[in-house]
């Protein structure tokens, strides 16, 4: 068994229990393979995507200075990695120039550094895992601080933050969204590969092969 999911195969086939049509047997895994596909992917878009104008958004403090903080949904009680991305320019020379995003849920934080190479027009990403501690949880609290060497500034262009998706397979077991109280079971996808014999069966085949079958065990309780 694998709870597994593919985007290549999400979607079943609503003609496939219509009268006189080939029974297609793909239909229960499109579907556990939707369910799947659906809790470990939803939602892993932007928490947090925002642009600054030219010279807006700018610091050449020589200690960690909060430049900006947000609130921030979360996807899932198992959706437990945020990536960062900034998009940025300095000025004057940069030896040592950092990043740093603090993520709070409920007390417990989580940091993660971004080191800023000289450029004026560069990307820099890093990501952290976090750990929900026990309770309900809604959302976050993001905080971004930034720090510079003397004679250097950072220009910020744009933020950007995401939940990663689930890795395929999912683990087995309960798979909870923002509390212990609300969880679903992925589907083994395996499990769902029904197949009867070496061809799929119309339904008047089918009901040909009932109707054999029940007069054979007729005539052999008559013989």
């Not at 030219?54 to 009680?77: N, Q």
């Not at 709070?104 to 004026?120: C, E, K, Q």
């Not at 992925?186 to 009901?207: A, H």
Request: charged share 20%; with cysteine; hydrophobic share 35%.
């Amino acid at each position: 068994m694998s709870n597994s999911y593919s985007s290549t195969s999400i979607l079943s086939d609503p003609a496939s229990t219509v009268a006189s049509r080939q029974v297609t047997f793909e239909t229960p895994e499109r579907m556990g393979n939707a369910s799947n596909f659906a809790f470990a992917t939803g939602n892993c878009e932007n928490v947090l995507s925002q642009a600054f104008a030219d010279r807006c958004f700018i610091t050449d403090s020589t200690s960690y200075v909060e430049m900006a903080e947000w609130r921030i949904p979360l996807v899932s009680l198992e959706h437990d990695e945020i990536e960062f991305i900034v998009n940025y320019r300095t000025h004057g020379t940069v030896s040592a120039c950092n990043v740093r995003f603090t993520i709070d849920i409920d007390g417990s934080t989580f940091t993660s550094v971004l080191s800023l190479s000289s450029t004026t027009n560069g990307f820099a990403n890093n990501d952290v895992t976090v750990t929900f501690p026990s309770g309900t949880h809604y959302y976050a609290t993001l905080t971004m601080e930034i720090i510079v060497n003397s004679g250097a500034e950072v220009e910020m262009f744009s933020v950007m933050a995401y939940f990663k998706r689930l890795a395929s397979p999912l683990a087995a077991g309960f798979k909870f969204q923002y509390s212990n109280a609300t969880a679903i079971t992925p589907y083994g996808i395996n499990r769902l590969k029904v197949k009867l014999g070496r061809e799929n069966l119309t339904k008047d085949k089918i009901r040909t092969k009932y109707y054999h079958d029940s007069w054979s065990r007729e005539q052999r309780f008559l013989i």
